[in-house]
């Protein structure tokens, strides 16, 4: 099954303002949840990363917020920009478990800024 | 210098055939992993390696059969391809396992 639900499957935002996408995981082992960033024609690449002892870390014009009651992470995009268009994957991993050795994605948003 | 490096960027090749797909990676990763991306984008992790030994086996068809000769490097040999083995495929690494993975560019396998 999905261990990791991200939503929209798409956003369309104008330039500057404020991109979010969600996601939601079930299995309480997680303990690393990352944001990998995709281009076409490339692979994904580390975006940011929070683990669940914080409840928000930001970088540069991005923040990932963390509701560990809620099994829910987020990533917000500030004054986005056209450069931002990508496709955009939430993932989730622990080092134990019956899950121990897999990181696993959402099913990605392809989010557009339009200039 | 890319971090890791995947060969060839584009496969086609008719049903039937048997393929590979070479990856390299220059970072001194000790954990390597293959994944596959379908036409949805779905990122599906297939197989990890650490040091040199198989620690992922994902419910893969065993067409599929990965291989790394030393920690630097991870192969993936498809025999009997299939019209459904169409997709990206991706080599990673990581440093710590299982976290921080870095990608390489792709392999676009397309069977006809």
């Not at chain 1, 955009?88 to 134990?96: I, L, T």
């Not at chain 2, 210098?1 to 001194?28: F, H, R, W």
């Given at each position: 099954?999905?261990?990791?639900?991200?939503?929209?499957?798409?956003?369309?935002?104008?330039?500057?303002?404020?991109?979010?996408?969600?996601?939601?995981?079930?299995?309480?082992?997680?303990?690393?949840?990352?944001?990998?960033?995709?281009?076409?024609?490339?692979?994904?690449?580390?975006?940011?990363?929070?683990?669940?002892?914080?409840?928000?870390?930001?970088?540069?014009?991005?923040?990932?917020?963390?509701?560990?009651?809620?099994?829910?992470?987020?990533?917000?995009?500030?004054?986005?920009?056209?450069?931002?268009?990508?496709?955009?994957?939430?993932?989730?991993?622990?080092?134990?478990?019956?899950?121990l050795g897999?990181?696993?994605?959402?099913?990605?948003?392809?989010?557009?800024?339009?200039? | 210098?890319?971090?890791?490096?995947?060969?060839?960027?584009?496969?086609?090749?008719?049903?039937?055939?048997?393929?590979?797909?070479?990856?390299?990676?220059?970072?001194?990763h000790d954990t390597m992993y293959w994944?596959?991306?379908?036409?949805?984008?779905?990122?599906?992790?297939?197989f990890s390696y650490n040091n040199k030994e198989l620690i992922i086996n994902?419910?893969?068809?065993?067409?599929?059969?990965p291989k790394s000769p030393d920690k630097a490097h991870l192969?993936?040999?498809?025999?009997?391809?299939?019209?459904?083995?169409?997709?990206?495929?991706?080599?990673?690494s990581s440093?710590?396992q299982f976290?921080?993975?870095?990608?390489?560019?792709?392999?676009?396998?397309?069977?006809?």
């Amino acid at each position: 099954q999905q261990q990791v639900k991200q939503s929209p499957q798409s956003l369309i935002v104008q330039k500057g303002g404020i991109s979010i996408i969600n996601c939601a995981y079930e299995n309480t082992a997680f303990d690393y949840f990352p944001w990998y960033q995709q281009f076409p024609g490339k692979g994904p690449a580390l975006l940011i990363a929070i683990r669940p002892d914080v409840s928000e870390k930001k970088e540069g014009r991005f923040t990932i917020s963390f509701n560990k009651s809620a099994k829910q992470f987020s990533l917000h995009i500030m004054d986005s920009q056209p450069g931002d268009s990508a496709t955009y994957f939430c993932a989730a991993s622990s080092r134990g478990g019956s899950t121990l050795g897999r990181l696993y994605f959402g099913r990605g948003t392809q989010l557009t800024v339009w200039p | 210098d890319t971090a890791v490096s995947q060969t060839p960027k584009y496969l086609v090749t008719q049903m039937g055939n048997d393929k590979s797909i070479k990856c390299e990676q220059n970072l001194g990763h000790d954990t390597m992993y293959w994944y596959k991306q379908d036409s949805k984008k779905f990122l599906k992790i297939m197989f990890s390696y650490n040091n040199k030994e198989l620690i992922i086996n994902e419910t893969v068809p065993n067409r599929f059969s990965p291989k790394s000769p030393d920690k630097a490097h991870l192969n993936l040999h498809i025999n009997s391809l299939e019209l459904g083995d169409s997709a990206v495929y991706f080599c990673a690494s990581s440093q710590v396992q299982f976290y921080g993975y870095t990608f390489g560019s792709g392999t676009r396998l397309t069977v006809v």
